[in-house]
């Protein structure tokens, strides 16, 4: 059970805008720490998608978006693109356990 | 450019001690940042194991704590993992990962390619 809930699967048609949400409690997301959001390709390491709960790295399009409210956050991506079928990790830390921490993951399937 | 690559052993009996080796080109690990380990059981989630400071001081994660030791070479400019009394769940990829701090913010920049250890007799 990760301390960070992500929906285990989302799906969308290309063109589309689909949305992730990544669910924590008052000693993470909560607390005022930062969410960072990740995509893995099959096959390979993770990349930083966003950092700082709406910023995106250099290199990283638009087309990706995050935010944060309260206990939870989301990554938006918009124009839904083949090549954006991937998994999605959302990650914060946690004061109460002294570590960093990750949501369980969301797999995106571009129908 | 800043690249990260995971050595060590593919295969570990049960019982007996994990050991990977994160060799780092294009920046000196005595310079900053934090560099640290995540794994990934297969085709599971992402699981934060620890992280190193350049000045030596290191952060683990509580559930592995007892069996984690991080260290620093900054001669060779590389940091390892042991992990201790494996058993089968330990069975992951491993990934290298440099930190922008082990506390509060500790969003990942650069990563290893990973490397599958097996935990089996």
């Known amino acids: 059970q990760s301390v960070l809930t992500q929906p285990p699967s989302v799906s969308g048609a290309p063109g589309q805008r689909v949305t992730i949400s990544c669910t924590g409690s008052?000693?993470?997301?909560?607390?005022?720490?930062?969410v960072h959001w990740y995509q893995q390709l099959p096959g390979t390491a993770p990349k930083l998608l966003i950092y700082?709960?709406?910023n995106r790295p250099s290199g990283v399009p638009d087309r990706f978006s995050g935010s944060k409210s309260g206990t939870s956050a989301s990554l938006a991506i918009t124009g839904l693109q083949a090549e954006d079928e991937a998994d999605y990790y959302c990650q914060s830390y946690d004061n109460s356990l002294s570590a960093s921490v990750f949501g369980g993951g969301t797999q995106l399937t571009v129908l | 450019q800043v690249q990260l690559q995971e050595s060590g052993p593919g295969l570990v009996k049960p019982s007996e001690t994990l050991s990977l080796t994160c060799a780092v080109s294009?920046?000196?690990?005595?310079?900053?940042?934090?560099w640290g380990w995540i794994r990934q059981p297969p085709g599971k989630g992402l699981e934060w194991i620890g992280a190193i400071y350049h000045n030596g001081n290191t952060y683990y994660n509580p559930p592995l704590k007892s069996r984690v030791t991080i260290s620093l070479d900054t001669s060779k400019n590389q940091f390892s993992l042991i992990l201790s009394s494996v058993t089968a769940a330990d069975t992951a990829v491993y990934y290298c990962?440099?930190?922008?701090?082990?506390?509060?913010?500790?969003?990942?920049?650069?990563w290893g390619q990973g490397t599958l250890v097996t935990v089996s007799s």
């Open positions: 294009g920046y000196s690990i005595s310079s900053g940042f934090h």
């Open positions: 700082g709960n709406n």
């Open positions: 990962a440099r930190h922008f701090r082990a506390v509060a913010d500790t969003r990942v920049d650069y």
């Open positions: 008052s000693s993470n997301i909560g607390a005022g720490y930062d």
